[in-house]
C-alpha cells in the first residue's frame, strides 16, 4: 500500500527483543523466586518424610550405594512417566469428547488447591522460619483472598493480563518447590526422563501432546489448561502484530493491510501452533491428584508467545536442585536454561509448530550442573583460595 | 483495522466495527479513545466491563478485600478519567471504598495482635499466632 511506503518498514528486531522478554521475565522471576526460597527454607536434605508418586517405586536413604540409588531413581521415574502418559492420554480422550466445561472446572479446582494447600503450607514454613507474629485469623483471610483471587484469575478467560500472569508464576512456583523436595538421584533423572517424554509426546506423531494440539487446531479451539501467555506485542504503527494462523481463510481479506507492515520473517500464513498439556500429579500428600498443567511452546491467536506452565515447573526445579548444591551451579544452569530457550524460540520461529520446550534447556541445565559441580568448583575453589581470581 | 482479540476467545473481536476503517485517522481516534480497562486494547470493551465490574464488586462482600483491590486496579483508567465511564465508575469507586475499610480493620487488628503480644493477650496469644497453630495442626510438615 502506498502510504506505507513513506514510513520505514518495522523490522522484526523491532519486536523481538521485546516478545523474549516477554517470555525471558517470567521464566527468570520464577526460577529466582524458587531459588530464594530454597535457600531461606534449607530443608533438611537427608528428609525423606516427602512422599508422592514419584517415590513411589523407591525412597532414597543415605546408605544405600550409588548403584542402588540410580537404579531407584530410575524405577521412580518410569512410575512417574507412565502416570503422566495415562494422564495426557486421559486429557486427550476428554478434549476429544468435548468435555471442555469438565476441564476448565478441574483446571480451576486445580489452581485452588496449588494455591490454597501448597501455598498455605509454604507461607506456614516461611512464617515458622521467621518467627513473624501472624494471627492464624489474618492468615486465614489473606491465603483465602489469596486463592479465590487465583482461581477467578485462572478461570476467567478475560480478566486482567498482568494479574493472570502473576497468578500462574506463583502456582509455577509453588510446584517447584514441592518438586525439589524429591530425593536427588530421582530429580535428575526425572528431568532428563521428562525432556525425553516431551520429545516424544509432541513430535511422535502418536504422541498424545501431538494429538492434542492438532485436535485443537481442527476445532479452532484452544486446549483449557494452565498456560502462560505474554502480552501480545502492540507495534509502534498502533496496531497489533498478526500472526493469526489458523483463519487464514477468513483473515485474508482484512490482512492485506497489515501484511506491508509486518515482519517478514512471521508470516500470518503460518499455521497456529497451540501448547501441549502435561498432566502433573500434586505430590503434597500420598493420594495423587493429577493437575492440568502445560508444557510445550507455541504461538497463540495475537501472536503473542505462549508457554506452557509445565515448563516453568521443571525450569525451577532444575534451578532449585542446583541452588541445593551451590549458587555457583546456579549460575551455571540458569544461563544453560536461558540459552536453550533461546534455542527453542528460534527453533519455533523456524519450524511455526508446536514445539516442546524441555528437552534442550533441560538436557543443557543438567549437562552444565555435572560440568560445574565436577570441574568448575574445583578450578574457583583453587584459584580463590589461592587469591588469583574471585 | 482489525485488532487481535484475547486469545482465549478468538471468535469475539471487541472492536469489529473498526476493523473496515483501515485510514489513519481511525488509527488516530483509536489511540485516542479511553480503554475502561488496565490492558486497553487487549481489555474488555464498556459494555463487558460494566457486567465485571458489578460482579467483582458482588464477590468482594464474601471476605474478598483483595477481589475490590483487584476491580479498582483493573479499571484504573476509569478512577482517572473521573467523568468517562459513569456506571463502571460507580462500581469501582464502591470498591476501592470497600476495600479500604475492610484494609484498615483488617490491619488494625493484625498489628494489635502482632505488638501488643503477650502483654496486651495473656496467654491466649499463644493460643492464636500462626505458628503455634500449625505446629498444633501439623500443618508445617510437609507431606
Known amino acids: 500500500m502506498d502510504r506505507n511506503q513513506q514510513r520505514p518498514r518495522s ?146 478467560s478475560r480478566f486482567s493480563i ?26 535428575w533423572v526425572l528431568l532428563v526422563a521428562l525432556a525425553l517424554y516431551d520429545l516424544a509426546a509432541v513430535l511422535l506423531p502418536v504422541g498424545p501432546l501431538r494429538l492434542l494440539v492438532e485436535m485443537a487446531i481442527s476445532r479452532d479451539e484452544d486446549i483449557p489448561a494452565l498456560v502462560y501467555e505474554a502480552r501480545p506485542v502492540i507495534r509502534d504503527d498502533s496496531r497489533l502484530v498478526q500472526r493469526r494462523v489458523w483463519r487464514e481463510q477468513r483473515s485474508n481479506v482484512n490482512d492485506d493491510d497489515v501484511e506491508n507492515n509486518v515482519v517478514r520473517a512471521e508470516e500470518e500464513e503460518e499455521q497456529r501452533s497451540e501448547e501441549i498439556s502435561v498432566p502433573l500429579i500434586d505430590s503434597s500428600s500420598s493420594s495423587s491428584r493429577p493437575e492440568t498443567f502445560l508444557e510445550g511452546i507455541g504461538l497463540g491467536a495475537s501472536g503473542a508467545i505462549k508457554l506452557g506452565l509445565g515448563d516453568f515447573i521443571f525450569y525451577s526445579v532444575l534451578v532449585g536442585r542446583a541452588a541445593m548444591y551451590d549458587l555457583m551451579t546456579v549460575y551455571a544452569c540458569y544461563l544453560a536454561i536461558i540459552a536453550g530457550l533461546g534455542v527453542t524460540l528460534m527453533l519455533l520461529s523456524v519450524y511455526q509448530k508446536a514445539l ?12 552444565f550442573y555435572f560440568l560445574a559441580r565436577l570441574f568448575l568448583e574445583v578450578f574457583v575453589v583453587q584459584c580463590s583460595s589461592n587469591l588469583v581470581m574471585f | 483495522m482489525e485488532e487481535a482479540s484475547r486469545i482465549d476467545e478468538p471468535n469475539r ?30 481489555g474488555l470493551t464498556e459494555e463487558a466491563s460494566v457486567d465485571y465490574a458489578r460482579r467483582f464488586y458482588k464477590f468482594g462482600f464474601a471476605l474478598l478485600p483483595w477481589l475490590w483491590a ?57 493460643k492464636l499466632v500462626m505458628y503455634n497453630v500449625a505446629d498444633r495442626l501439623g500443618l508445617s510438615g510437609l507431606a
Open chain 1, 11 to 156: 523490522s522484526i528486531l523491532d519486536s523481538l527483543g521485546e516478545e523474549l522478554i516477554g517470555i525471558l521475565t517470567p521464566v527468570s522471576i520464577c526460577m529466582f523466586t524458587v531459588v530464594l526460597l530454597v535457600c531461606l527454607l534449607n530443608s533438611d536434605p537427608s528428609s525423606s518424610s516427602f512422599s508422592s508418586i514419584a517415590t513411589a517405586a523407591y525412597s532414597e536413604t543415605d546408605s544405600d550405594s550409588p548403584w542402588d540409588k540410580l537404579l531407584g531413581a530410575f524405577l521412580n521415574s518410569l512410575v512417574f512417566v507412565a502416570a503422566i502418559t495415562v494422564a495426557t492420554f486421559l486429557l486427550v480422550l476428554l478434549f476429544y469428547l468435548r468435555c471442555v466445561t469438565f476441564l476448565k472446572l478441574y483446571m480451576g479446582f486445580s489452581a485452588l488447591v496449588v494455591l490454597a494447600n501448597l501455598g498455605g503450607e509454604i507461607s506456614i514454613l516461611l512464617i515458622d522460619r521467621f518467627r513473624f507474629p501472624i494471627d492464624s485469623l489474618t492468615f486465614s483471610i489473606l491465603l483465602f483472598n489469596f486463592s479465590v483471587v487465583g482461581v477467578f484469575a485462572v478461570f476467567m
Open chain 2, 13 to 42: 473481536n471487541p472492536n469489529t466495527d473498526r476493523s473496515s476503517n483501515p485510514n489513519p485517522l481511525s488509527s488516530i481516534i483509536s489511540s485516542a479513545h479511553v480503554w475502561p480497562t488496565i490492558d486497553g486494547p487487549l
Open chain 1, 356 to 367: 516442546p520446550a524441555l528437552p534442550v534447556s533441560i538436557m543443557l541445565g543438567v549437562v
Open chain 2, 70 to 126: 483487584v476491580n479498582c486496579f483493573y479499571f484504573w483508567p476509569v478512577l482517572r478519567h473521573s467523568r468517562a465511564f459513569p456506571q463502571i465508575r460507580n462500581y469501582v469507586v464502591r470498591s476501592a471504598i470497600g476495600f479500604s475499610v475492610f484494609t484498615s480493620l483488617l490491619l488494625a487488628w493484625a498489628l494489635t495482635f502482632s505488638i501488643g503480644g503477650e502483654q496486651l493477650f495473656g496467654p491466649v496469644w499463644d
Open chain 1, 162 to 187: 498482568l494479574i493472570t500472569q502473576g497468578y500462574l508464576v506463583v502456582i509455577g512456583v509453588l510446584v517447584a518447590y514441592f518438586f525439589t523436595m524429591l530425593p536427588e538421584w530421582t530429580t
